[in-house]
């Protein structure tokens, strides 16, 4: 599938621009729309939704941001919880950066590389690098990445807009796209203790956020996600 | 709170995102990214973000609120079974999600 072989850094750009337009680039679209037309109806304005998609540049730690904004959550329950919804960003890059290491000397551009990943731009990093020569990788990274920047840019304006220009029956589906979207990446999810996470998580967030709309969320990530991680270790003795 | 007030919290926000990136190529080919450590903090990520798609569903804020429960609920299951039934495919399963609840939504309108 990816025995194709470049022979210059431009064929190579070229290449990961091309296997974005495949599936990602849409993907990424559809999913931004969703989060435009969030943003829209929590109070954002069109600057700030589309800064936070091309900066934050990760969907879950963004959906989060609008939420609690809209919910009115104190500033650090905001940066906390909009941290805490990205920190996959951490192993993501380590696991990453080693590919690029031989090919790109300056680390400099390193930092600029692990802004650009997010989960899609990531996978591909993951799948197609290892089979391209190492001065190539980082070409075919930034040509995939910027074409699924520029996709989720275009669908944050658009859902932002298409948020009050149609029916608010149409609004609300597309704000509903954000959790059916993720419930679907989660339902994909097939290591233990990441299926243990996500079931305790979604039984214990509606419940603390009764207890408060401000905390409920942080707590359900930390209390939970330390709860699953024991479950986890406790089945790993018994069964490895 | 005004725009600025906004537009610092944005601020922070992306800062916030972006010390994982940086840390993460500060620490990448020193550690471990299968170690326990990772596995720690991927629970707590998984958890949260369940616990926010979940509450969005069950108890959402905003205009969610005003539609029944049972076509939020309903409408996912029928997402994640596209999804499924359909090679795993991401866009024709949120995509489904989304109509079965636009249908489900028109039609109480009409009613």
């Given at each position: 599938m990816h025995s194709k072989t470049y022979r210059t850094p431009g064929a190579a750009s070229a290449g990961g621009v091309r296997d974005a337009f495949k599936v990602s680039a849409w993907v990424i679209f559809a999913s931004m729309m969703g989060f435009g037309s969030l943003a829209r109806v929590s109070g954002l304005t069109l600057g700030v939704s589309m800064v936070s998609s091309g900066a934050i540049w990760g969907l879950p730690g963004q959906i989060a941001f609008a939420e609690l904004y809209a919910t009115g959550a104190p500033v650090l329950a905001i940066v906390l919880a909009v941290s805490l919804a990205n920190v996959r960003f951490l192993p993501m890059i380590v696991a990453m950066m080693p590919l690029f290491g031989e090919g790109v000397?300056?680390?400099?551009w390193h930092y600029v590389l692990a802004q650009l990943a997010s989960v899609n731009t990531w996978a591909a990093a993951m799948r197609v690098c290892p089979h391209l020569p190492h001065e190539l990788r980082a070409p075919y990274y930034v040509g995939f990445s910027i074409v699924c920047l520029l996709s989720g840019l275009a669908g944050t304006a658009t859902g932002f807009v298409l948020a009050v220009e149609l029916p608010p029956v149409v609004t609300l589906s597309l704000v509903f796209l954000n959790p059916v979207y993720f419930t679907i990446v989660f339902a994909d999810v097939r290591h233990r203790s990441g299926v243990i996470a996500l079931l305790i998580g979604a039984v214990g967030g509606p419940l603390f956020y009764q207890v408060s709309t401000d905390w409920g969320l942080l707590a359900t990530g930390g209390i939970g996600g330390a709860l699953a991680y024991f479950v986890d270790r406790i089945l790993r003795r018994r069964h490895g | 709170m005004d725009e600025i007030g906004l537009w610092l919290l944005l601020i922070l926000a992306i800062g916030a995102t972006y010390v994982w990136r940086g840390l993460g190529v500060v620490i990448s080919g020193r550690?471990?990214?299968?170690g326990e450590a990772f596995k720690v903090v991927s629970c707590i990520a998984y958890a949260l973000l369940a616990g926010l798609i979940s509450r969005m569903i069950v108890l959402p804020a905003g205009?969610?609120?005003?539609?029944p429960v049972f076509d939020r609920v309903f409408s996912t299951i029928v997402g994640v079974g596209v999804f499924f039934l359909f090679k795993r495919n991401v866009l024709l399963g949120t995509f489904s999600g989304v109509a079965v609840f636009f249908v489900l939504s028109v039609m109480r309108a009409g009613s």
């Open positions: 000397k300056n680390r400099a | 550690i471990n990214p299968e205009t969610l609120a005003e539609t």
